[in-house]
């Protein structure tokens, strides 16, 4: 789905950025260049930004539960 139509940036390339190193709505928007012309994409482009983090979050604790896990 396009989330940027002006960059022509989908909510995949958002995911793939924070995936690729990306840790904030201002690292996706230098990266990818998102919302730099209207701007009408902004608040989804955050919503995008603020889910896969989550997502990114809790996989990690879930990692890290499992490696603990594992270890012990
Ligand atoms: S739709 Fe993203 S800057 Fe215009």
């Given at each position: 789905m396009y989330v940027c139509l002006c960059q022509g940036v989908t909510d995949g390339q958002i995911r793939?950025?924070?995936?690729?190193?990306?840790?904030?709505?201002r690292d996706v928007r230098e990266t990818l260049g998102v919302a730099s012309q209207c701007g009408k994409c902004a608040c989804l482009a955050k919503q995008?930004?603020?889910?896969?983090?989550?997502?990114?979050?809790?996989?990690?604790?879930a990692a890290a539960h499992t490696s603990n896990f594992i270890a012990a």
């Open positions: 793939d950025a924070i995936y690729e190193g990306c840790c904030s709505y995008v930004v603020r889910e896969t983090l989550a997502n990114v979050h809790s996989s990690h604790a």
